[in-house]
C-alpha cells in the first residue's frame, strides 16, 4: 500500500496528469494515455520506458477498479 501523502504528488513522467493507483494490481495507470506503471516492493517504478500499454479490456477493468 502506498501512503496517501506520496499519491497526492505522484504524476505520470509522460504527460504530468494524475495517476489512478490500483492497489489490488500493484500498479499505478495513466487512463488518458493507457500506459501503467508497476510498484516493486512498495517502490513506483515511475520510468517511462518501464512503463506498459493497456488494451480495452484491461482498460476497462482497470477503470472500474477505482
Sequence with gaps: MLD?????ILVCPADRGSLLYVESEALL???????????DDGIPVLLVDEARDVDDEEHA???AAN
Design 61 to 63: 477493468k482497470l477503470c
Design 29 to 39: 495507470y495513466n487512463p488518458r494515455l493507457r500506459r501503467a506503471y508497476r510498484i
Design 4 to 8: 496517501s501523502a506520496l499519491l497526492d
